[in-house]
């Protein structure tokens, strides 16, 4: 017998559930439709009124309107692309474990379909974010000249577009085919996803890689790193964990899953954002590193303007706040396995996250001094609200888990080893 959702169900554990069963099960992994459309209609009314006042903010200061509105961005696609990233990776490998976490994940990139219309406002602001753009400040720059056929606004704009539209489909492709599986009984769905992970991933390592360069490390076109790329995906990797763990632990706050996700997946939770916060501190070290030992013109005055003035102070933050506190407290085993502690450094691990994009971004806006503005916490809250409603939406249209899903049981039944 196993117990799933606080049903009993006398099956094997490669075995699919029968049809009563299964609607049983579903019906009993949703939460009360009037609590999440109460949710849905605050939350959409909170991220409504803080956008018009954002936008309300433009007409005050079009720069830094586009600069807050550019982090925040970045901040919620970053989390959608790493939650399709780990969807992905659970596909080819076959995880067991991850299989009652995945629907959290997949819920996560919803947001993407919102993000597309949402990116109109940076691409009116190109003028505001980029200084390629001014043709006439860098007519004489031979560097301009070179980079001129890529960093144009239609190419910038096509590639945006590109880019937003494939993360889009990929991600509504890999949840449709899951929220399937939930009614068809079909296991072969399962391959299906894994087919589209197979080269899903290659298009999302590129496509990220190149958004990257051209959201945030072209604010300073004379600025490279080959190690950029890598350097967003990190930060994505942990943002994306730290959402999906705290909306577990609310989700379990709630009374909902507890019977599904134990302390055993929240501990591989853990265990992941243990290693993927060494990785963040390893791969922005090792950027650093290389940068200031070779001491090239083009590349060390990037650092130079975060070394100095007030964003050395938030430089030193960054590190004790992105890596050595989290590092600290995700240390012990029993603090991976306590909801409120892994709640708190999820939450902890936002907020750090949000604070690396706009340690990358901002300075291109105050280069001499860090200067937080309300428009950074009203854009940051707005963004966070459209990530939300792509989450409440997801549970209120489907499942909680992957009720089907043929590896169902025995990731219910997970134990560490």
Request: net charge positive.
């Amino acid at each position: 017998m196993s117990t799933v959702l606080g049903i009993q169900h006398p099956i094997a554990p490669d075995a699919h559930v029968n049809r009563n069963s299964d609607d049983m099960l579903m019906d009993a992994s949703k939460i009360s439709p009037t609590h999440i459309n109460r949710a849905l209609f605050l939350t959409a009314a909170g991220t409504v009124t803080l956008a018009l006042v954002g936008l309300l903010g433009a007409l005050v200061s079009g720069r830094q309107f586009a600069f807050s509105y550019l982090t925040a961005f970045v901040f919620a696609a970053s989390i959608a692309i790493g939650s399709l990233f780990w969807i992905m990776i659970h596909h080819l490998t076959s995880a067991t474990w991850s299989v009652v976490i995945r629907r959290q994940f997949e819920n996560q990139t919803l947001c993407l379909l919102a993000l597309i219309p949402l990116f109109i406002p940076i691409t009116l602001s190109l003028s505001s974010l980029y200084g390629w753009m001014d043709a006439g400040a860098n007519s004489g720059d031979s560097l301009w000249q070179a980079k001129r056929p890529y960093l144009n606004a239609p190419w910038f704009v096509a590639r945006a577009s590109f880019d937003l539209l494939c993360w889009a489909g990929m991600a509504w492709r890999l949840r449709s085919l899951s929220v399937q599986q939930d009614w068809s009984r079909n296991p072969a769905l399962s391959q299906k996803m894994v087919a589209v992970s197979s080269w899903g991933i290659v298009v999302l390592g590129l496509t990220s890689t190149y958004a990257s360069f051209d959201w945030m490390m072209s604010l300073n076109y004379r600025w490279y790193s080959t190690m950029y790329g890598v350097y967003f995906w990190a930060g994505s990797f942990v943002s994306s964990l730290a959402a999906v763990t705290l909306i577990v632990v609310i989700l379990h706050a709630n009374g909902a899953l507890r019977h599904s996700i134990n302390e055993e997946h929240l501990h591989d939770l853990g265990k992941l954002l243990f290693a993927f916060v060494i990785f963040w501190a390893y791969i922005s070290f090792s950027q650093y590193l290389l940068i200031w030992y070779a001491n090239l013109t083009a590349e060390i005055p990037w650092y130079i303007v975060r070394l100095h003035g007030t964003w050395l102070p938030v430089t030193i933050i960054l590190m004790f706040g992105h890596f050595v506190i989290p590092f600290v407290l995700l240390l012990r085993r029993d603090a991976k396995r306590s909801w409120r502690v892994m709640g708190f450094v999820a939450v902890w691990l936002l907020a750090f996250h949000y604070l690396d994009i706009a340690w990358q971004v901002l300075p291109a806006l105050h280069p001499t001094q860090a200067q937080p503005h309300w428009l950074d916490f009203v854009w940051l809250l707005a963004f966070a609200g459209v990530v939300m409603l792509g989450v409440l939406y997801g549970l209120r249209n489907s499942a909680l888990l992957p009720v089907r899903d043929p590896r169902l049981v025995e990731s219910l039944n997970f134990h560490q080893e």
